[in-house]
């Protein structure tokens, strides 16, 4: 007998005991509601499996102000020939030389770069921005810019964007990965790595196994991959001689008529035994050439440059 036969059967047997004094719609009602039960019932499809949770969006896009860069003395793609832009393109020969090997023997993990300084406020976010723009003008290079000063992170508002993950969040939480917290911005071949949610222990981070993976990863994944990494200065927090140990080239940049040369000495010494190529930018010089005086750059280039 099927289902629905089954259900009739049982409501002309609670017709015939129903007593004399119940309603006549109320036994319909009853048997209706019975046999339309028993349809949906019959009709029910299976349970659907469950399903794992699905992936994160990987793909994030930010816009970066480029306007309000170029008024502010930076690099930008779609600015006329400038004296810093030709400056920047001085500055980066030598180091893509270094990453590439071209001409001579590259130097190991020489697409890693880190921009640093002896102290705060000598301009190595501005220089790292810049280089790091000036090097996705390449025809034939993409660059990732990452803002490794975790205890102060400026980059991002240098530029103008905001994010809520970054590098920190990938090295304390494994269900994410680097593709979660990537920005893509609207300058072609460069994407941003934020520095992250603020930890305390961040130079016990970026000392870790799972930084050592993060980097490799950094420098293996694409061969036209060059990485900039704006770090704190060299004497005011650990994390920036723990950096250097990851990269193979550290751009220092110092401040004209400012920096003391002891404290210049003090940094390099922090940062000898890396193993990593270290040159020099000398920042904020007076030139007649320059617009205003304000920006003027000098390059040494070798152990420790000029």
């Not at 072609?188 to 870790?208: D, I």
């Amino acid at each position: 007998m099927s289902l629905i036969e089954k259900a009739v059967d049982k409501l002309s047997r609670s017709d015939m005991a129903s007593p004399p004094s119940a309603e006549p719609g109320a036994a319909a009602d009853s048997g209706a509601g019975l046999i339309a039960k028993a349809m949906e019932k019959k009709a029910e499809p299976p349970a659907a499996p469950a399903t794992a949770e699905a992936p994160p969006v990987t793909t994030h896009s930010v816009t970066i102000n480029l306007a309000r860069l170029k008024a502010t003395g930076f690099v930008t793609p779609d600015a006329d020939r400038t004296e810093i832009a030709e400056e920047f393109r001085l500055i980066k020969r030598p180091l893509l030389i270094n990453a590439t090997g071209q001409g001579g023997e590259a130097v190991p993990r020489g697409n890693m770069i880190m921009v640093t300084s002896a102290l705060p406020g000598e301009g190595k976010t501005f220089c790292a921005v810049n280089l790091a723009i000036s090097i996705a003008m390449e025809l034939d290079r993409t660059v990732l810019l990452v803002d490794a000063d975790v205890a102060k992170p400026k980059l991002l508002e240098y530029l103008g964007v905001k994010a809520e993950h970054g590098l920190l969040d990938v090295l304390r939480d494994p269900r994410l990965s680097l593709p979660d917290v990537l920005l893509k911005t609207n300058v072609e071949k460069l994407t941003l790595l934020p520095a992250g949610t603020p930890y305390k222990r961040a130079t016990e981070l970026l000392a870790s196994e799972v930084m050592n993976r993060l980097v490799d990863d950094m420098a293996s994944r694409y061969a036209d991959r060059i990485v900039i990494f704006d770090s704190p200065p060299l004497l005011s927090t650990s994390e920036a001689s723990v950096l250097a140990a990851h990269m193979g080239q550290i751009v220092m940049v110092v401040e004209a008529d400012h920096t003391p040369q002891s404290a210049v000495r003090e940094a390099l010494a922090l940062i000898e035994d890396c193993g990593a190529a270290i040159s020099m930018v000398l920042n904020k010089t007076t030139s007649p050439q320059s617009a205003g005086g304000y920006y003027g750059y000098g390059y040494g280039y070798g152990r420790y440059g000029t």
